[in-house]
């Protein structure tokens, strides 16, 4: 989900549904939305077999 | 005396940004270039519409702080973008007859001055898209 940081953009904190057209990756880059799917967890798992 | 007139004060957002605190000047220019039909038995000048060619035009105050100026634009040098204007900051939001929203869909920046100062002024910069495709709503 993309949500909206700068009031310039909309409410923030609100889902952000761009424009048609909008180069989104611009608004990414510059910190007006944030892209909240694509945060990772900080704890990882690993697939290697434990000693 | 025009019995109508309009005190500008558009509102405007530039790849969904809006920059209307920012903004000194806006244009936007609908045009449908001429194609000279005339032919020969006709001593008088004739014209059908050839391809569209719209331009939006604006002058912005600089500003390079966090979600002003610069973080707007710095990105959409050489690529399209949405460009959004209403003669009211309420018609942006709901368009109304008397308050349309024109859209510039796929409109092209070419360039972006990067610095444009001088001793003793605030810093402006003249922005021009090219082409895409406009639409007005009025609802």
Redo the contacts between chains.
């Keep these: 989900m993309i949500k909206i940081?700068?009031?310039?953009?909309g409410v923030p904190g609100e889902e952000f549904t761009?424009?048609?057209?909008?180069?989104l990756?611009?608004?990414l880059?510059?910190?007006?939305v944030e892209d909240t799917g694509t945060k990772k967890s900080a704890k990882t798992t690993s697939d290697e077999p434990k000693d | 005396m025009a019995t109508s007139t309009y005190l500008s004060n558009p509102a405007l957002t530039i790849n969904a940004v809006n920059l209307s605190d920012q903004c000194t000047s806006a244009t936007i220019t609908s045009v449908s270039q001429a194609q000279n039909s005339s032919a020969f038995g006709s001593t008088d000048s004739f014209f059908v519409t050839g391809m569209t060619m719209h331009t939006f035009e604006c002058e912005l105050f600089m500003s390079y702080a966090a979600s002003e100026t610069y973080a707007t634009l710095a990105a959409l040098v050489g690529t399209q973008t949405t460009i959004t204007i209403s003669p009211t900051a309420a018609g942006l939001a709901t368009p109304t007859a008397t308050a349309p929203k024109f859209t510039l869909t796929n409109t092209y920046l070419e360039s972006l001055p990067l610095i444009n100062a001088t001793l003793g002024e605030l810093s402006s910069i003249t922005l021009s898209f090219q082409g895409g495709t406009l639409t007005t709503a009025t609802s």
Excluded: M
């Design positions: 940081i700068s009031p310039r953009v761009p424009p048609e057209y909008t180069n990756q611009a608004l880059d510059y910190g007006f």
